[in-house]
């Protein structure tokens, strides 16, 4: 997928493999790694068919990037005998940034005080099973792209630590850009995407994609759209309700602090929860409208609902009755399939036709929701308000819900000032931004308690009266906390 010009332009993508520095290793190093990966996964690439001439260096570069996603600060703090301890990761970040990535590894790698291979795990590295039993060089290229992406990262401002200073923020910001994602909605039963087990993604393997993100993919939704309108019903919003942190959201806004909600879902409950349009952003789209590939004909979302939660693929009204039209007229229909050429076979398998009429009616081009998916550009409102608007009127950042593994709306933290406060909350802590104050629990939980601390009054029927909420500053971290309600 085309990566975005810039850290705010261009097309929704994952995110984008980095480049390999490496630490000085020979090129057999490299090819020893790269080799290991090849053979691991020989057997099932001599399977695939029409395999391009890149093949190799996809294989190469997946290898990378499936190490970088390895290991978080929690893992850290298991006591693998095998990987730094997270006093000793922190320890490791702090002294590469104080003396320099050359000093840092004349320092550790090359004074032998420790492996690449453990090193790796101070930057949330693990090692690949199948260079078990490789050199210690084996791990350069590694630890060489671990180092680059910890010293891109942006540094955390040290004057903001507590949550004292997390409600001091709040109280006193006036243009706050709130980023969120999936995690703000699960406490009303619409389920992120990322989770272990209950995520969406973790449910669409039954589906048999090589990737289960493919089901957002313009291109194979092109080619066969029933796979995503088979799964449409379990992300489709059921509700108008909204969660407490919809309120806190609305609140801000309320308060005169909202600058911005730069929002990834696509269930569109900001809108029930009252975001006024002027102050958000649906970076991904939503449901609220949907247009057909082929005549670019637009409805409100409600129309193709029916169709949705039957796993029913939508056609287009116009292009129906446009094609009625031909018929009765005796012209002579020239067939179109959105632009893809597909046999009758093809469009058999998720089509809903059953004698003739349905047949010629068929051909009619299918309703896409307005969310955008890998592969399409977003709105050009996100890149004008950021760009334009937005950059230089922020006083903080807070970022609710995500993981920020989508580009390049997950750009926007580090494209902003890195002078501006940032803090995250979440279930889980996200390991490649340096966030200023990381709040980890349930997003309503934390927002309530921030509420509560601020004297504001957050109104919701989900929030308890009475609500008691622990927290405790994380083992090994100066300004990580968790938010776990009392239940005493």
């Not at 090129?27 to 090849?38: I, L, N, S």
């Not at 209950?198 to 089901?215: A, C, I």
């Not at 939704?221 to 309700?241: G, Q």
């Amino acid at each position: 997928m085309a990566s975005s010009q810039g850290a705010v332009s261009g097309t929704a993508h994952r995110i984008p493999i980095i480049e390999v520095i490496d630490l000085e290793s020979d090129d057999e190093t490299v090819d020893y790694a790269v080799q290991k990966f090849a053979q691991r996964d020989s057997a099932e690439v001599s399977k695939e068919e029409g395999q391009d001439s890149d093949g190799d260096q996809w294989e190469s570069e997946s290898f990378y990037e499936d190490a970088l996603e390895g290991m978080g600060d929690e893992q850290l703090a298991d006591g693998d005998s095998d990987a730094c301890s997270l006093e000793e990761a922190l320890s490791f970040r702090k002294r590469l940034r104080l003396v320099g990535e050359d000093q840092f590894i004349t320092e550790t790698v090359e004074a032998g005080s420790i492996s690449a291979k453990k090193l790796c795990t101070a930057f949330g590295i693990r090692a690949p099973a199948f260079l078990e039993g490789a050199p210690d060089s084996a791990y350069y290229p590694l630890l060489g792209l671990g180092i680059s992406r910890e010293l891109s990262k942006r540094v955390k401002l040290q004057q903001y630590n507590t949550i004292d200073d997390a409600v001091s923020l709040l109280k006193k910001s006036k243009n706050i850009i709130v980023l969120t994602g999936a995690g703000i909605s699960t406490s009303l039963g619409i389920p992120d995407f990322r989770s272990k087990e209950t995520g969406l993604y973790s449910q669409l393997e039954h589906l048999g994609l090589s990737d289960p993100q493919e089901v957002f993919d313009i291109t194979i939704f092109r080619e066969d759209p029933s796979i995503f309108y088979s799964v449409a019903k379990d992300i489709l919003p059921s509700t108008n309700k909204y969660s407490p942190t919809h309120a806190f959201i609305r609140l801000l806004q309320e308060n005169g602090k909202l600058l911005t909600n730069f929002t990834q879902n696509i269930d569109n409950l900001e809108g029930y929860a009252g975001i006024l349009p002027e102050k958000l952003i649906q970076c991904h789209g939503s449901f609220a409208t949907a247009s057909c590939l082929e005549c670019k004909y637009k409805v409100k979302g409600e129309e193709i609902y029916k169709d949705l939660k039957a796993g029913r693929v939508a056609r287009c009204d116009r292009c129906i009755h446009h094609l009625r039209q031909v018929k009765s007229g005796g012209m002579k229909r020239k067939r179109s399939s959105n632009g893809h050429a597909h046999s009758k076979k093809r469009r058999e398998d998720y089509e809903d036709s059953t004698d003739d009429e349905d047949y010629e009616i068929a051909v009619a081009g299918v309703m896409k929701p307005d969310i955008t998916f890998f592969g399409e550009d977003l709105p050009p409102t996100f890149h004008d308000r950021l760009v334009k608007h937005d950059r230089d009127l922020v006083d903080l950042v807070v970022v609710i819900g995500t993981s920020l593994k989508v580009a390049p709306v997950s750009e926007i933290v580090g494209f902003l000032p890195p002078t501006v406060p940032q803090m995250y909350i979440s279930r889980t802590p996200c390991s490649h931004v340096n966030f200023d104050i990381d709040m980890l629990g349930d997003c309503d939980i934390v927002v309530a308690e921030l509420c509560k601390r601020a004297g504001w009054d957050l109104k919701h029927e989900m929030i308890p009266k009475k609500q008691s909420v622990d927290v405790k500053l994380q083992h090994g971290h100066e300004s990580r906390y968790s938010f776990k309600v009392n239940l005493a």
